[in-house]
């Protein structure tokens, strides 16, 4: 396995380096705080106003405008999401850490599916499920992230439901800083406090876990 090649010192803290095109090399060109324009659409392309129906996660109207501040130490990932335009303020942290030069989330839920992040090059990011099973009949919504241009991105999902493809999303993002230590002007949460909440779960999959124990 490729192995971590030098210590990159700045001012405040030291930061592993990757090789090229890794996932940790990938983590790192993405850390910072994202204002991300969100719209949702149908299968065909066509606008899609709502997609509660559709069956996701975090259900709302679209278009909607989302913070996201992506922390990554090296090691450890805190990535958390605030709709502050268009949609109920939420904030949604999902957290995970390196692990055989994967990206391993940690658990989304009793009997939820091991989600990963993998890497197809330079500045382009997959988070899917590593395994294919029941529980991606579910739920499962692949999560495609590119850098397009410096401070700039396009994240890319499909929301599978009971098995069935049933809308997807696209973000565009521009970059408002390159760190994420505190809250920004924009979130719905004030200036105060932690930028990231506590790990998201979810029980939807629980049923999985009685299924086998019964």
């Known amino acids: 396995m490729p192995e971590i090649a030098t ?29 991300d324009q969100v719209e949702l659409f149908h299968l065909d392309g066509r606008p ?4 509660t129906v559709a069956g996701s996660g975090t259900p709302g109207p679209s278009p909607f405008d989302n913070l996201v501040y992506l922390d990554f130490d090296g090691q450890r990932l805190q ?18 850490q390196l692990r055989d ?13 091991e989600n990963i992040g993998v890497s197809g090059g330079v500045g382009i990011l997959t988070f899917n499920a590593l395994r294919l099973g029941q529980a991606c009949d579910v739920y499962m919504e692949p999560d495609f992230i590119m850098l397009t241009a410096p ?5 890319h999902t499909v929301l599978y439901r009971d098995g069935v493809a049933t809308r997807t999303l696209t973000a565009r993002g521009v970059r408002l800083s390159p760190t994420c230590d505190c809250r920004h002007s924009l979130d719905p949460r004030g200036d105060h406090g932690p930028v990231h909440e506590e790990p998201f779960r979810s029980s939807i999959w629980q049923h999985l876990v009685q299924s086998t124990t019964a």
């Open 7 to 35: 210590e990159q010192t700045d001012t405040f803290t030291s930061y592993p380096t990757f090789p090229i095109g890794s996932v940790g090399y990938n983590l790192m060109l993405m850390r910072g705080t994202w204002h």
């Open 48 to 51: 899609l106003q709502d997609d």
């Open 79 to 96: 990535l958390t999401n605030v709709h502050f335009r268009g949609r109920k303020p939420t904030a949604k942290t999902f957290t995970g």
């Open 101 to 113: 030069n994967l990206l391993v989330f940690d658990p989304l839920g009793p009997g939820a599916y």
């Open 151 to 155: 401070g700039q991105r396009v994240r």
